[in-house]
């Protein structure tokens, strides 16, 4: 499986600020996702990052709060913009290759917003 | 968006038992995935299940792609401390490219 790093691991920020969080991958993979993990709950979806095209979204999830960037087949951002304390959360990215089922993470962002 | 339920929510078990835990939808799903989650990390992918039926292990865990494609099951033999963790169950179904379903997760504690 790809080996996933993601930057930073953890953050404290200040509400309404922005912090862009970045996914690499040691190998070019055909998909790349981003999660969105709560305290204590399960893992849901935010997005599809698209290579050369935008990101396709999760119902509850715009642009204008997550943008994400994907420039290449190993490479993605995700940016939490306007953060406020519910976006307080661990960001994940998942990548899988070809038509593959299975996905495979990183080890999280631990995002704190004060 | 959608969860699958899992049960049970969270157990305590002694060092040595064995372990199952399951997954339901209300949907069908084409694929069923069985993820580990340690404190501060990410899921790491423990069974991948692709047909209906299917049994697969790996180690002491073994898992169960249900008949109905709307169920699959996870034990774990044996116990040992490092089982720790809280595991979660995700779906893919057959309209969703890769895009999974992740399960509500359940909390394993080992005592010695």
């Known amino acids: 499986s790809a080996v996933i790093s993601q930057k930073p691991s953890r953050d404290i920020c200040q509400r309404g600020t922005s912090l862009t969080i970045q996914c690499q991958v040691d190998s070019q993979v055909t998909m790349m996702f981003w999660y969105r993990q709560q305290p204590g709950q399960s893992l849901t979806l935010i997005a599809t990052?698209?290579?050369?095209?935008?990101?396709?979204?999760e119902s509850g999830f715009v642009i204008d709060k997550f943008p994400i960037s994907r420039p290449n087949l190993t490479f993605s951002t995700l940016t939490v913009s306007n953060m406020s304390p519910e976006d307080s959360s661990i960001y994940l990215c998942?990548?899988?290759?070809?038509?593959?089922?299975?996905?495979?993470f990183g080890p999280g962002t631990r995002l704190t917003v004060l | 968006g959608q969860q699958l339920n899992q049960s049970p929510q969270s157990m305590f078990i002694q060092e040595g038992e064995d372990v199952s835990m399951n997954c339901t939808s209300s949907?069908?799903?084409?694929?069923w995935l069985w993820y580990k989650q340690d404190p501060g990390e990410g899921p790491v992918l423990l069974i991948a299940l692709y047909k209906a039926g299917e049994l697969t292990s790996n180690g002491r865990l073994t898992a169960q792609f249900g008949i109905t494609r709307k169920d699959s099951f996870l034990n774990i033999s044996a116990s040992i401390p490092s089982d720790v963790g809280i595991y979660f169950c995700a779906g893919r179904d057959t309209g969703t490219a890769s895009k999974l379903t992740f399960g509500t997760g359940t909390r394993l504690q080992v005592t010695l």
């Open positions: 998942s990548v899988a290759s070809g038509g593959a089922s299975t996905q495979y």
């Open positions: 949907s069908i799903f084409n694929t």
């Open positions: 990052a698209n290579q050369g095209s935008e990101a396709t979204y």
